[in-house]
């Protein structure tokens, strides 16, 4: 079972940037999709990016795009959420998630494991 741990959220102000890691524990890791969501409060759970195993391919949703890029480092078995001119409706828990869905998805239950999620807060 792979486990992921989210990090590097927090408070921002408008227009900031943070970026948010998502390690994992197995290798093979690096050759799954993995996704990002998010989940503001009282709401419900939204697509935010996804990048396959071998990084060359990204998926944003468009209230991201532009804005935000994922990347990864698989000799690290990590992902990064690179977020930037971040906007108060950006507020909300972040979580990574990996899917054996051989190229991408939007959907949230096409993901199997998923991290414990860290809470990124713009502040206008």
């Known amino acids: 079972q792979v486990q992921l741990v989210e990090s590097g959220g927090g408070l921002v102000q408008v227009g900031g940037s943070l970026r948010l890691s998502c390690a994992a524990s197995?290798?093979?890791?690096?050759?799954?999709?993995i996704g990002w969501f998010r989940q503001a409060a009282g709401k419900e759970r939204d697509f935010v990016a996804a990048?396959?195993?071998?990084?060359?391919?990204?998926y944003y949703a468009d209230s991201v795009k532009g804005r935000f890029t994922a990347s990864r480092d698989n000799s690290k078995n990590i992902v990064y959420l690179q977020m930037n001119s971040l906007k108060p409706e950006d507020t909300a828990v972040y979580y990574c998630a990996v899917t054996a869905v051989p190229t991408w998805s939007n959907w949230d239950q096409e993901y199997d494991y998923w991290g414990q999620g860290t809470q990124v807060t713009v502040s206008s």
């Open positions: 197995d290798r093979r890791f690096s050759a799954n999709t």
């Open positions: 990048i396959t195993g071998s990084g060359k391919e990204t």
